[in-house]
């Protein structure tokens, strides 16, 4: 955090240093976001909604047997003068498209048949896990955060710190003290409001000392990931919503599951990025050492090892 205002300063140079001047109009957008579908071969899964009063782009998904669906929903007018950052819009893309809906469909595809392997039950819904909802979400937010600063210039996990490091002010400070301890942070009002928002949403008192905690999520697992990033398959953990407590075990049956007649006839949806290894290493290389994380010979060493049952 600290980095990043010495480095940049206010909110608009460190924008524009990490996703680079050249815009891209609402109109050209759906064009874009049709391309990166059809590359992926899942045009037909992945509905576009545009909304005039949205502020931020959003996903949702339903999925269930073998089957997903997802839409994106779009603001359809943009923040800066009617244009939008074409290579934010690229880091959008790989972050809800590129993780999310490919863990998604691909779990809704294949997880039968991989968790068939430790479960007796043949109904995808009857699998049970000893790994709770939040492992699941640190983890493949975690691969999220990480896909995201892919087409990023500026490698630093900014914005990941700064939720982190808010939650955690937040069980420190109400809301009034905790909008003056940003304010080094993020100058912008309606900016540093929306922190204080995000972090005091769902208490009928914001002034006391809680947060809610699901936005540390960011960087928690992003920091996970590059410290196992000589270990981890990371084709693996797109495959499904796998979290590392299962990465063991996952690991095993997927190594089972490829080489079974079975996996030919099953469709999984590999992200762009992951079509070279060698490439994806390297961008992981490069984040970890902006932020100084160090790779750790056991990466999974402090997260218990399971199964599921």
């Not at 064009?31 to 576009?48: F, M, Q």
């Not at 790989?94 to 039950?121: K, L, M, P, Q, W």
């Not at 699998?127 to 937010?141: A, D, I, S």
Request: net charge neutral; with cysteine.
């Amino acid at each position: 955090m600290n980095a990043k205002r010495e480095r940049y300063g206010d909110e608009g140079s460190y924008e524009k240093a990490a996703w680079g001047g050249d815009t891209i109009g609402v109109s050209d957008l759906e064009d874009t976001i049709k391309e990166y579908l059809i590359d992926h071969g899942i045009e037909k899964n992945v509905t576009i909604e545009w909304h005039d009063s949205l502020a931020t782009p959003s996903m949702t998904m339903s999925l269930g047997r073998r089957k997903a669906h997802g839409v994106l929903h779009m603001p359809s007018k943009a923040s800066t003068g009617g244009f939008f950052r074409r290579e934010w819009i690229q880091a959008l893309l790989d972050h809800e498209i590129g993780t999310h809906f490919a863990c998604a469909i691909n779990d809704a595809h294949a997880s039968e048949y991989v968790r068939g392997t430790f479960n007796t039950a043949s109904h995808w819904a009857l699998r049970g896990r000893n790994v709770t909802p939040r492992e699941h979400l640190v983890t493949e937010e975690g691969l999220a955060t990480l896909n995201t600063h892919m087409s990023a210039k500026v490698k630093l996990l900014w914005g990941p710190a700064l939720a982190y490091w808010t939650r955690w002010m937040g069980t420190q400070l109400g809301f009034s003290s905790l909008f003056e301890a940003l304010e080094p942070y993020v100058p912008e009002l309606s900016r540093r409001w929306q922190q204080c928002y995000r972090c005091k949403r769902g208490l009928s008192d914001t002034s006391e000392k809680k947060s809610l905690a699901k936005d540390q999520c960011y960087l928690e697992g992003a920091w996970r990931l590059l410290e196992g990033r000589k270990h981890l398959d990371f084709k693996l953990l797109h495959s499904g919503r796998i979290a590392l407590e299962e990465y063991p075990d996952a690991k095993s049956a997927w190594l089972r599951f490829t080489h079974a007649s079975v996996s030919k006839g099953v469709f999984t949806m590999t992200p762009h990025f992951l079509r070279e290894p060698g490439k994806y290493a390297a961008h992981l290389e490069e984040i970890a050492v902006e932020n100084g994380v160090e790779a750790k010979a056991d990466p999974l060493a402090r997260v218990k090892r399971s199964t599921y049952t």
